[in-house]
């Protein structure tokens, strides 16, 4: 595991790359937020990047809470035990951020505050009819596959403002914003287009004044190795995994 002493130096190290690009492209570096990415990382590794983004926000001033997120619904609900009492106490936001099937829908609900990876109506709608059940409101967010990468999921960015308005519309959601992965690509051209046109589907989305499209500001793009593009390109939270937690052992 990881030394909190390490995570805490690396993602301090995170937050002056955030300023500095903020800087460069004329931002206010408070309207940029880093998601801690935790996958395969144990609860305790978590919890140590938790509690130092904790302490470097307090130091801030910052009250807003602090977030993280998973890719894969077991290791969320894994996780879930060891975060539950800071989502409790409104210190903690957990973010879906990876593919998640309709069947699982009921198990994300128990773990996360937000799924950002909501690609279909279909899924869209099962999340929503669960939250009505509970009667709760879950934060969701468009992910848009800006780079086409049939490796990626998300909604092709043709089909993304249609999905955000009847993703809006349904009772039991709130839509905050959207979400995507940056093009594989060398060229920072590439990467940086794609950032682009998922900004240019927000603001045209929130211009619709469609119902329920008001509070869809978040742009959570950029991750360790393509975050100051993100930026420059209107991130408001970047996801970041590598830069805190040192390097994921290859999947087996
Ligand atoms: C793993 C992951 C990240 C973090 O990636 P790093 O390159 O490790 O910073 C961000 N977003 C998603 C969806 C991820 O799966």
Redesign the pocket.
Known sequence: MPSSPGIRARLAAVHDRVAAAAEAAGRDAGEVRV?L?T?TQDAATALAGVEAALDLADRAGDGRPVLV?E?RVQELVAKAPALAGLVAGGRLGVHM??HLQRNKANQVLAAATCV??VDTLALASALASRCERDGRTLDVMVQVNVSGEASKSGAEPGDAAALAAAVAALHGLRLTGF?T?GARSEDDAVVREGFARLREIRDGVVASGAPGTGDAREL?MG???D?ELAVAEGATIV???????G??PAPA
């Open positions: 998601l990415a996958k997120g890719n951020i990876g950002e990876s979400m992965i959570s991750m360790t190795g975050l996801r970041v995994g590598t830069a805190v937690f390097a994921r």
